[in-house]
């Protein structure tokens, strides 16, 4: 209302002490008044005129006690300054627009949004973070809120999924090749749990739902490891072999810095020739514990393998251009790994001996054969990825034939 030609809001506190809640009504005042606009605060707290005359101080705004004769309490008169609209004058909706759709996410992001929640109001001046992913097209996909909500309800529980104390009693040999596979697979796993975790911290978080799948992706990793460190110990104390030519291999990756550029490597090459190789395990598993472990791997890796390929075609799909720069990245690595082994005999024995099943020379003929069998599903799958990527045929062809022999 107008007094003597103000604009005055008035507020009564009545006994609410501004402590305990009044200062929220009367900044709620005064959030909603113009700066020049009068704010009469009255009450009988008994401390109300010292709380607010700091309060005003703080906050820069002008104020003014008035002691009303003949009766017991008095009036607060407080002259709204300007800081508090100026504060929030430069402030930015963090989202791609300016805030006409809250949740519009931004090309370009700038770092200095921080952790802001994607559509926040930010205050000017926030500091900048170290964000290194903050292109859009680097990272996003708009499948990845899809992605991240069928894997938060596809989590399992390795404790209950898995018929652990189900009676089983292999060879010697058999389950020497099972624990062999498994050490194999607890390495590959740590490398593929190592590389989202790592690009997890440099990514803006405003590109929240990638953030959240790596996250998720990150956790499916960790589970991986533990299920198979479970059943390599099942009937064991000691683990397999780990060989330089895998750990090479898996160090390409670990150290590749570019997210796109390692999430090919990973999740389309690598975690895609992973999907033959568990169901392949899962196929040909000798006990209810390997098939199982192998089986829930491998619907995780689908999800990897699904993202790898949704933000990649997304990317490519806008630039073109940076699909010989994934051959290149191919070719790269396997120029690196040209000196070093193939995939550890041990491994290698050890699928076939599981796919053999026996050491009768015809289950071995027939595990041979199923090995063999493997290799060539593995490449079919990366060349079928490669082509979906928009690789003519024939590149996709001599690209997969250039992947690692370590198959991660
Ligand atoms: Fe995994
Ligand atoms: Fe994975």
Request: charge should be negative; aromatic fraction near 8%.
């Amino acid at each position: 209302m107008r007094v003597d030609g103000e604009m005055q809001t008035q507020v009564d506190l009545g006994s609410l002490p501004f402590a305990e809640g009044g200062y929220l009504v009367v900044k709620r005042a005064v959030r909603g008044a113009s700066p020049g606009h009068a704010i009469v605060v009255t009450g009988d707290a008994p401390e109300l005129e010292v709380d607010l005359r700091a309060w005003c101080r703080a906050e820069g705004h002008g104020f003014d006690w008035q002691p009303a004769a003949g009766m017991a309490r008095g009036q607060a008169r407080i002259l709204t300054g300007a800081a508090e609209s100026a504060r929030w004058a430069g402030a930015r909706r963090a989202t791609g627009d300016g805030g006409v759709d809250e949740d519009t996410v931004a090309e370009h992001p700038p770092r200095s949004w921080g952790l802001a929640a994607r559509g926040a109001t930010v205050e000017a001046g926030t500091p900048e973070f170290d964000f290194h992913l903050t292109d859009k097209i680097e990272v996003w996909s708009d499948d990845a809120a899809r992605i991240y909500q069928q894997a938060v309800a596809a989590q399992w529980d390795p404790e209950t999924a898995i018929p652990w104390n189900a009676a089983f009693e292999l060879g010697h040999d058999l389950e020497d090749a099972v624990v062999q596979v498994m050490t194999y697979l607890i390495e590959n796993e740590t490398a593929a749990l190592i590389v989202p975790s790592r690009f997890i911290a440099q990514l803006h978080p405003h590109f929240r739902e990638v953030m959240q799948v790596l996250a998720v992706q990150a956790a499916d990793e960790a589970r991986h490891i533990e299920v198979f460190t479970r059943r390599a110990r099942l009937k064991r104390t000691q683990l397999g072999r780990s060989t330089i030519g895998g750990q090479v291999s898996l160090k390409t990756l670990v150290e590749e810095p570019e997210f796109a550029i390692a999430s090919f490597l990973l999740s389309v090459l690598g975690e895609g020739t992973f999907l033959s190789l568990l169901w392949f395990i899962e196929r040909h598993a000798p006990d209810p514990v390997t098939e199982a472990v192998a089986r829930l791997a491998a619907q995780d890796e689908a999800r990897h393998v699904a993202f790898g390929l949704a933000h990649l075609s997304q990317h490519l799909g806008r630039e073109p251009a940076f699909r010989p720069r994934l051959a290149d990245a191919v070719r790269r690595r396997h120029d690196a790994l040209r000196h070093t082994a193939a995939l550890n005999d041990e491994v290698f024995d050890a699928l076939l001996l599981m796919a053999a099943g026996s050491w009768e020379h015809d289950a071995l003929r027939l595990g041979s054969r199923r090995v063999l069998q493997l290799i060539h599903d593995m490449d079919e799958g990366r060349r079928k990825r490669l082509v979906r990527l928009g690789f003519p045929e024939e590149e996709a062809a001599a690209l997969s034939a250039l992947h690692t022999r370590n198959f991660m």
